[in-house]
């Protein structure tokens, strides 16, 4: 299994409060996801890295924060959760941004936001 | 907005049956194309991909491309009961990796 550890696995936050989700891989892959997954929807990318200090936005970006300061690290940032962004999300790798290269997911954080 | 289209099923298919899933995407710029296999509270994970037009097999699965059609398959032999599971499919463009809401697969013993 790719080497991959999302934490928390779980967390239980109130509406307001900051929350900061942390994906560490030891792969040394370049390239590092962040999704959520919601029922109907899907997974949906909501920021991506192609190199440390190097991210991009993703499909559903508003509310959130990123940032990627060791190739190993990924850290997902809610500066104020609100209800809508209670969700499963899942962090994952790929060795570089060419097509033949796949992803790998870590286990998922499960998050739910009162 | 690309879209990936998926039908959610659940589909059902005896042991030991064919199970073809299917999935239609919109941007003709896609590459590659991945299924995973997502069983209920766990991760995806990776089943197989293709990125040539045509068929390619890996043991009881097999991935049909036909990137005109812009339509991409997955067919399951020998369904087994452990095949159940949620199956997302998923195009590649330009660095992001496009999934669709994937196909609720039940195998009956």
């Known amino acids: 299994d790719a080497g991959i550890t999302q934490s928390p696995r779980h967390k239980v936050t109130e509406t307001g409060t900051p929350v900061t989700l942390r994906c560490h891989q030891t792969?040394?892959?370049?390239?590092m996801y962040w999704y959520r997954q919601d029922p109907g929807h899907g997974l949906r990318l909501i920021h991506y890295s192609y190199g440390v200090k190097d991210t991009d936005k993703g499909e559903v970006s508003d509310g959130y924060s990123v940032s990627r300061s060791k190739t190993e690290d990924f850290l997902l940032t809610l500066e104020s959760a609100t209800s809508s962004q209670t969700s499963v999300y899942f962090c994952?790798?790929?060795?570089?941004?060419?097509?033949?290269?796949?992803?790998?997911f870590g286990d998922g954080t499960r998050l739910s936001i009162l | 907005q690309k879209e990936v289209e998926q039908n959610s099923g659940p589909l059902s298919v005896p042991e030991g049956a064919i199970a073809s899933l299917n999935c239609t995407y919109s941007?003709?710029?896609?590459?590659?194309f991945f299924w995973y296999r997502q069983y209920s509270g766990k991760s995806p994970e990776l089943i197989m991909f293709i990125y040539s037009n045509g068929d390619k097999e890996d043991g009881r699965f097999t991935a049909q491309l036909n990137k005109a059609s812009q339509y991409v398959s997955l067919l399951i032999r020998d369904s087994q009961p452990s095949d159940s599971a949620t199956y997302l499919c998923a195009p590649y463009t330009g660095n992001q990796f496009y999934f669709g809401t994937g196909t609720s697969l039940t195998v009956i013993p």
């Open positions: 994952a790798i790929s060795p570089q941004g060419v097509s033949n290269q796949p992803q790998h």
């Open positions: 941007d003709r710029g896609s590459q590659s």
């Open positions: 792969e040394n892959h370049r390239y």
